[in-house]
């Protein structure tokens, strides 16, 4: 099983950025999918959270307006679309599976896609 | 939102000891509580989940203990490849909130 972001990079503040990331070797469509974020020096931080279907979505207050998560099953992806980006989004941002169909512990990690936003 | 606090912030232990991590929630998790271990420049490993549930390829050398609001990650005998930083992670209600670590060093 395997998670493999991409799309961070250096973006302005306010600006716009979409981070992929793409599941291999597991049933991508039987897992609810997460978004979490690392800042340099700092603990882990939930960033969003999709249903299977992608009918049902949360974030955190921090994000909350600004980011959109989605998923197109058919091609084992998931996706964050970040807007009106802020000095605090610099973060590595994980893409992340749940270690089964109940518990939000994960078990699956993608290696991170690093966010910097500076002008 | 629940607040998850990890002590000490830094464990200096040596190779064969036992080491004991602590983390407290602000409010009950049930045993909706998970533990990972990360080392520099990598993701983190899930370790334990469910309290004291293994994670897969989690050595026998860690267990987690605790219930409600105290829960405990213990190293039996640490190896030189256990000095990580060790996070716990309640996912009883979201928003999903992260201590801030405990540092296991030589």
């Known amino acids: 099983a395997q998670l493999v972001e991409s799309g961070g990079g250096l973006v302005k503040p306010g600006g716009s950025l979409r981070l992929s990331c793409v599941a291999s070797?597991?049933?991508?469509?039987?897992?609810?999918m997460f978004w979490l974020r690392q800042a340099p020096g700092k603990e882990l931080e939930w960033v969003s959270y999709?249903?299977?279907?992608?009918?049902?979505?949360d974030y955190a207050d921090s994000v909350k307006g600004r980011f959109t998560i989605s998923r197109d099953n058919g091609k084992k992806s998931l996706f964050l679309e970040m807007s009106g980006v802020r000095a605090e989004d610099t973060a590595v941002y994980y893409c992340?599976?749940?270690?089964?169909?109940?518990?939000?512990?994960?078990?699956?990690w993608g290696q991170g896609t690093k966010v910097i936003v500076s002008s | 939102d629940i607040v998850m606090t990890q002590s000490p912030a830094t464990l200096f232990v040596s190779p064969g000891e036992r080491a004991t991590l602590s983390c407290r929630a602000s409010?009950?998790?049930?045993?909706?509580l998970a533990w990972y271990q990360q080392k520099p420049g990598q993701p983190p490993r899930l370790l334990m989940y469910?309290?004291?549930t293994w994670a897969p390829d989690t050595p026998p050398r860690f267990s987690g203990s605790g219930s409600g609001t105290e829960f405990t990650l213990t190293i039996s005998s640490v190896q030189s490849e256990d000095f990580a930083v060790y996070y716990c992670?309640?996912?009883?209600?979201?928003?999903?909130?992260f201590g801030g670590g405990t540092k296991v060093e030589i």
């Open positions: 409010q009950s998790v049930r045993n909706n």
């Open positions: 992670q309640q996912y009883s209600t979201r928003p999903l909130t």
């Open positions: 999709i249903s299977l279907s992608g009918g049902e979505t």
């Open positions: 992340a599976s749940p270690v089964d169909l109940v518990s939000d512990a994960f078990d699956i």
């Open positions: 070797g597991f049933t991508f469509s039987s897992y609810r």
């Open positions: 469910g309290v004291s």
